[in-house]
């Protein structure tokens, strides 16, 4: 242990020579010695606490005329604390911890774009093959001839009472393969 005590071990020591709080530098001293020994601690004790009290008293002294070169200066609350957390911030990136997340994020997105890069390219490919197929290209065709079925018969009967959906309905009828009944040109529909 050191030879220096801090103000609390003093005043646990404070008792009797035979407390059992006493401190160990009080241990084999006659109760005189003992006496003497605190009366010295007490008045390092006040001394430090003196002192204490002076640099609070400068401290904030210094506190005040810094505040008030703050204001001369323009330099606002606002401002101190906007430069902390850009310097905060700037810390934190040059922090081997931010490097590293930093790395493992951009290799994350470098392989999740790598993967999605496969998935879509898959799936152009398979699209593809599917066009190419007989089975939609039959789809594919039955269809268009519906689509201009339909539009032949909404532009030629324009005058018609028939509707789209009725037009839309024959068309799919005849694609479909089924007959549908021949409407002439120049008579309006029941």
């Known amino acids: 242990m050191s030879g220096v005590q801090t103000a609390e071990e003093a005043m646990a020591g404070a008792g009797t020579p035979g407390d059992v709080n006493t401190p160990d530098e009080l241990a084999g001293l006659t109760p005189e010695q003992a006496e003497q020994l605190r009366a010295e601690w007490s008045r390092e004790l006040a001394r430090v606490e003196d002192e204490i009290a002076t640099l609070r008293t400068v401290l904030q002294s210094k506190i005040r005329q810094s505040s008030e070169l703050k204001r001369k200066l323009g330099i606002t609350v606002w401002k101190e604390i906007t430069e902390d957390v850009n310097q ?35 799936m152009s490919t398979k699209i593809g093959q599917m066009r190419n197929s007989d089975s939609f290209r039959s789809i594919e065709e039955r269809v268009g001839t519906a689509y201009e079925n339909v539009k032949g018969k909404v532009t030629s009967r324009s005058n018609s009472t028939q509707s789209f959906d009725e037009a839309l309905r024959d068309a799919s009828r005849s694609a479909s393969g089924a007959t549908s009944p021949s409407i002439p040109e120049n008579k309006p529909l029941p």
């Open 88 to 122: 905060g911030l700037k810390n934190v990136k040059e922090s081997q911890v931010y490097q590293k997340t930093e790395s493992v994020i951009k290799s994350t997105a470098e392989k999740t774009t790598s993967i999605l890069g496969g998935i879509t390219a898959g």
